[in-house]
């Protein structure tokens, strides 16, 4: 983020549910990405579907902990296209998800989070799939076990690290572009129906 951004972010109420959706779903509402967590007070989860309400997000629950609520927000079809795609499909074929739907994929993988979070399971590595990381790198990443990546952003890069580093830019200019929407009046959900969401 840069300097001029992080000023205008420091202005804002940091805990507002808006401008927490911004700081963590930028890339996705603007379309980069098609999908994103979104980790909030418990108590903001009705809003957070209001603001979703009448866009062409949706979100699930994956998990409720020490009073915080993990949501997946995506744009459906985007994610069901990159989950039918090439590698990703293969990959999600060695993890045991062949011949699943897309709404079963997502029962499981919120079953396995909800285990892991509670600290009586692994952690579910097709999450990062259904975040919409490169087939490559969550490969990557299981088979290094989290370690010897080539770079990081957001996510942890195992192949094809210059155009990752370039992807992550414009995500990053992504968010400042709608932070500075919000900065300026706009309300969220006209923030997200011009960007894409």
């Not at 972010?9 to 507002?16: A, L």
């Amino acid at each position: 983020m840069n300097t001029e951004t992080l000023k205008i972010v420091q202005k804002m109420d940091r805990d507002s549910l808006e401008v927490q959706l911004l700081l963590q779903c930028a890339p996705m509402i603007a379309g980069l990405k098609v999908s994103n967590l979104l980790i909030i007070a418990d108590e903001n989860e009705a809003d957070a579907r209001k603001i979703l309400q009448g866009t062409n997000l949706f979100c699930v629950r994956l998990a409720r902990m020490n009073r915080k609520t993990t949501l997946l927000v995506y744009h459906e079809r985007p994610l069901k296209e990159y989950l039918e795609s090439g590698e990703v499909k293969k990959l999600l074929c060695v993890l045991g998800y062949e011949g699943k739907g897309f709404y079963e994929l997502i029962h499981v993988v919120k079953k396995k989070y909800r285990a892991y979070s509670g600290g009586t399971g692994e952690f579910p590595h097709e999450l990062g799939l259904l975040l919409g990381y490169p087939a490559e790198d969550v490969k990557g990443y299981m088979d290094n076990k989290g370690r010897n990546y080539l770079c990081t952003g957001y996510w942890q890069v195992y192949a094809n690290p210059a155009a990752k580093m370039h992807l992550f830019q414009k995500f990053e200019l992504a968010r400042e572009r709608l932070i500075r929407a919000i900065f300026d009046g706009m309300e969220i959900q006209e923030v997200i129906q011009l960007a894409g969401g």
